[in-house]
Structures are given as C-alpha cells and as structure tokens.
C-alpha cells in the first residue's frame, strides 16, 4: 500500500536558520503531494501542494519540489521565524488507491525555533 | 467565510457512557472525515462520508458509528467510552477534486475518558 516516511522530529533551529523536513513516499499511482501544518492547539491547514513531477509548491516561504525519480517532497525554507514552531505533515493522494483519494499521511515532524 | 467548527472542544467523560462529537461545515463539501491523533500514530482515519446517507470505515472504525443525514453534519458517536479512545479527534472535509483534493480542518476536541 501507499506510506509517507518523515524524518523524526523535533527538529530543533535558531531564528534565521535554513529548513529541510525530509519526506519520501511509496504509491501505487501517480499521487499528488502535499504538506499540511499544525499550529499549537488548531487542526491542520494546507501548506502547499504539487501534482505532477518536477512541480514546485510554495506558499509562506516553504517550498517543496515533487521529485518522481527520488519520491521525494522535502519541505525548505530559507530562514525560519519562531512563528514557524509547529508541527508538520507530508502527505500523498493516490489515484490508484481504490478509486476514494483519501489522503496517507506521514507521522509528522515537530520543528521548534528558538529565537 | 466558510468554516468547519466541532464541538465540544474539550469533553471529560466516563468508561462506558456514549459520547457524541459534533462536526459541522458551512462549505458545502460532499467529503467529511473523522481522525483521531495520538502521540506515535499520527492521524489516523475513523469513519468517512462521501455524501448524505454514505458512510464508511476506516482503518480504526471499531467502537465508533457515523450517521449523515444532510450535508454540513457528521457526528461521531463513541458508543461506550473506552480509555483507548482517550485522544484528540479531528474533522475535515473536502471537495470533489480526484487526487489534488485539500482537505480542510477542524479545530480538534480532545477527549479525555476515565
């Protein structure tokens, strides 16, 4: 079946520190990605999103590339704020995966900025 | 603006009594789901609902139902408590998009049972 392998957290950085949360998968098909963050004490909320190979999804100063051959969607960030302490979640759609699209998520890696 | 609210959001409850958490959204989304998040499993998927009358297990539905009756409701009913089902409990709903679908959140209760 579809998984999502995170690197295991906290990762823990100083203000102004660069970002990488590794994030590889395994699917069936050809999946969309996506990375979904958590701020203390509220749900999760979309970060950005790629669909198709090579695409880059940004939003807030994050990036994330979908790489096909590597199965890769590492989330960076040139230079994180403490507002960015949260944790963070890599997930997949899968359109071979019995046709519903519900979506496989990674564990979730915390990041806490120090300032 | 639209919206998915749950309630309660904190619930201290008793080993066997029946809880009720209520989700609702005003985004018109066929799509609802209930998760449950805990410490070392991450999100895991309860029950789902693809439109009113639909519902469907997922991977941790045991002692847990669903009902949809119309579409901006989907409750989820613990039928006897248990101190496994201690957790943070999470809706979400999302549109008819194939596999570019986002789904969008709620803000979580979490539940504790004695």
């Known amino acids: 079946g579809d998984s999502v392998t995170q690197m295991e957290g906290p990762v823990t950085l100083s203000e102004e520190a660069f970002l990488t949360i590794n994030c590889t998968y395994t699917a069936t098909g050809y999946p969309s990605l996506f990375w979904y963050v958590q701020y203390p004490g509220e749900g999760l909320q979309l970060l950005l999103k790629?669909?198709?190979?090579?695409d880059k999804g940004s939003n807030k100063g994050f990036e994330a590339t979908y790489r096909k051959e590597t199965t890769s969607f590492h989330l960076e960030k040139g230079s994180v704020q403490v507002s960015d302490s949260a944790v963070y979640f890599c997930a997949l759609s899968d359109p071979l995966s019995g046709g519903s699209y519900i979506p496989t998520f990674g564990r979730g890696t915390s990041l806490i900025v120090h300032p | 603006d639209a919206e998915i609210t749950q309630s309660p959001r904190h619930k201290i409850t008793e080993t066997g009594r029946q809880v009720t958490l209520a989700c609702h959204q005003t985004w018109n989304h066929n799509n609802m789901f209930w998760y449950r998040q805990d410490l070392g499993h991450g999100l895991r998927l309860i029950h789902y609902s693809y439109g009113v009358q639909d519902t469907n297990k997922g991977e941790v539905s045991d002692g847990y139902s669903v009902s949809r009756s119309n579409t901006e409701d989907l409750p989820l009913t613990l039928e006897s408590a248990a101190s496994s089902q201690t957790s943070v409990y999470f809706c979400a709903s999302s549109e008819d998009q194939g596999n570019q679908e986002t789904q969008y959140f709620g803000p979580g209760t979490r539940l504790l049972v004695l």
């Open positions: 790629a669909t198709k190979a090579d």
